[in-house]
Every structure is written in structure tokens, then in C-alpha cells.
């Protein structure tokens, strides 16, 4: 932990990807704005964070193990776990002949998949070299097992950014259709 730069360079991409709608703050928004709720919205953070630290982690892991992976055929995976829950929800009798909203695993998975796709762990590989391969003249300054502890805190970082600003907007997203819910109501009644 030689500098402070690689630890705000994972949480600055953690933000960004918070920024971006599809890392889930629509559909936490979605959850909020439904229900009248906003507690609603932040409950469905949880899942989207739990995709998307499988996916960084997985990425993390193997990119410290020197492990190679076919990013496609874990794409491939996470979709047909996404296809397999859209299925088992429309046969379900709670669903009807209408979808229901996803639920927790549904977010959770298709957050994993839209993590995977976008390279989210790729994204951290340039960050976590310093950090877990650095070395002095002597030798190596840390071991594998602290290059896995830093890659764990790494994800935390990066996730807990990723979701105060998805949190934020989701928060934010409900506030802003809860005051437009109002005043096109009020317009309404004085019709």
C-alpha cells in the first residue's frame, strides 16, 4: 500500500459504473418508485452489489491466480442462469400470464451478467497490479494470500462506490417522480 492513487482509482470506477443505469439503479429506482417505498429501492442494491461482486470476483481471482478464462462461455453462463429464473417466474403460478417484477435473484444474476459483459473485473486488473504485485529490491513485498486479501478489499472498494451512487440515484430518481407524481396531480384536481 505504497499509494493512496490505486485505491481511488477503483473506487472512481466504481462510481462511474454507479453513474451508468445498467449497473441496476433503474431498476432499484423501479423497485422504489412501485412500491412508494424508497427503502424499497435502496433493499434492491443488495442483490445488484451480490452480481456484481461475483462477477469482479471471479475476474479479480482469476486475473491474481494467473488462471485464463473464456469470458464468453461465463457470459454464456450467467445468461442461461438469467433465461432459467425468466422461465421458472413465467410458469410460476405468481406470475400469471404477466410477468412480476424480477425478484432478488433475478436482479442478482442479471446484474452478474451485465457486469461480466461490461468487463467490470477487467477494469480493476490495471488498479490491483500495483497493489498485489509490487515488489523491492529484496523480493516480493507481499505474498499471494495478501494479494488475495488486497483483491477482496479492492472489490469491496469498488462495489461500495458502485452502489452509494446507484443508491443515490435511485434515491434521487424516486424523489424526482414522487414531486412530479404530485404536481401533475395537483394540476389535475384544480381541472
Known amino acids: 500500500m505504497t499509494s493512496l492513487w490505486p485505491w481511488l482509482a477503483i473506487a472512481g470506477v466504481g462510481a462511474l459504473h454507479g453513474l ?33 461482486v461475483a462477477s469482479v470476483g471471479l475476474v479479480a481471482a482469476t486475473v491474481l491466480l494467473g488462471l485464463a478464462m473464456d469470458r464468453w462461455l461465463v457470459q454464456m453462463l450467467a445468461g442461461g442462469l438469467l433465461l432459467v429464473a425468466v422461465v421458472l417466474c413465467l410458469a410460476g403460478r405468481r406470475c400469471g400470464w404477466r410477468p412480476a417484477p424480477a425478484g432478488h435473484l433475478g436482479l442478482a444474476l442479471w446484474s452478474f451478467m451485465m457486469s461480466t459483459a461490461h468487463g467490470s473485473g477487467l477494469m480493476l486488473a490495471p488498479a490491483l497490479a500495483p497493489l498485489c504485485f509490487s515488489s523491492t529490491a529484496a523480493g516480493p513485498a507481499i505474498t499471494v494470500s495478501d494479494s488475495l486479501a488486497m483483491a477482496v478489499a479492492a472489490v469491496g472498494v469498488h462495489t461500495a462506490a458502485m452502489v452509494a451512487v446507484a443508491g443515490v440515484i435511485a434515491i434521487a430518481a424516486c424523489r424526482g417522480f414522487s414531486l412530479t407524481s404530485g404536481l401533475l396531480g395537483g394540476r389535475r384536481a384544480r381541472q
Open 20 to 52: 451508468n443505469p445498467t449497473s441496476g439503479w433503474m431498476f432499484a429506482a423501479a423497485w422504489g418508485v412501485k412500491s412508494g417505498d424508497r427503502r424499497q429501492a435502496l433493499r434492491a442494491l443488495l442483490p445488484l452489489a451480490a452480481g456484481h
